[in-house]
Structure formats: structure tokens, C-alpha cells
């Protein structure tokens, strides 16, 4: 497994910015495509972005397309997402993950997961 660390959560207000970063540390970063996803109290886990080992391919959520950008860096062992435009219905913990090779939108494809980082949107 790679271990993930998440950083960069907080409160915002609505029409706000953030950006969130998640560093690896283990086996070769560039081995996994990468995942975000978020989690709010009550709800079930669900799928903000993806991107492909090597920053080809990037997936997004209907809620979140156009206004979230994923990225990631190999040489810094990260993976970004941008956040523009922040709603109210943002608010969750959000949690980076890594596959081994599939890109995919399903959590269950994820074998590795960081503890999360709290995002918080006030209206």
C-alpha cells in the first residue's frame, strides 16, 4: 500500500476557493491513478475526481465538473484539487485514494486511503 496524508481543509465562504493536497509516501507514486472523494455526516461516500497515473485521463462528479480541478505532481509524490466556486452543499470530509490500476469513479476500486481533511462552506 502507499500511505496518503491529506491537507489544506477549512472554512470558506460560498463562491470561495480552496485548494486541497494530498501527499504519498511508500511504493512509487506514479504506480496508482488517484481518486477524490468526500464524505458528509449522514451520507453516503462519493466520488469527486480521478486522474490516470500519469495526468492523461481526469474523471469528475456531475456535482462538481467545471468548477473542480484535479492534478497531480510524480516528482512531489502529490495530487491536487482545485476547488472554484464553493457551495454550501461542498461542506464534507474529503479523502484522497489510490488504485493500482484502473481509473475508476467506484470507492471499491481504491485500495488506499488518507485519514481526510474537513472542508467547510458557509452561506
Known amino acids: 500500500q502507499v500511505q496518503l496524508v491529506e491537507s489544506g481543509g477549512g472554512l470558506v465562504q460560498a463562491g470561495d476557493s480552496l485548494r486541497l493536497s494530498c501527499v504519498a509516501s511508500?511504493?512509487?507514486?506514479?504506480?496508482?491513478?488517484m481518486g477524490w472523494f468526500r464524505q458528509a455526516p449522514g451520507k453516503e461516500r462519493e466520488f469527486v475526481a480521478a486522474i490516470t497515473r500519469f495526468g492523461k485521463t481526469k474523471l469528475y462528479g456531475e456535482s462538481v465538473k467545471g468548477r473542480f480541478t484535479i492534478s497531480r505532481d510524480n516528482a512531489k509524490k502529490t495530487v491536487d484539487l482545485q476547488m472554484n466556486s464553493l457551495k454550501s452543499e461542498d461542506t464534507a470530509v474529503y479523502y484522497c485514494a489510490a488504485a493500482g490500476a484502473t481509473l475508476s469513479r467506484t470507492a471499491a476500486d481504491f485500495g488506499s486511503w488518507g485519514q481526510g481533511t474537513q472542508v467547510t462552506v458557509a452561506s
Open positions: 511508500g511504493r512509487t507514486f506514479s504506480n496508482y491513478n
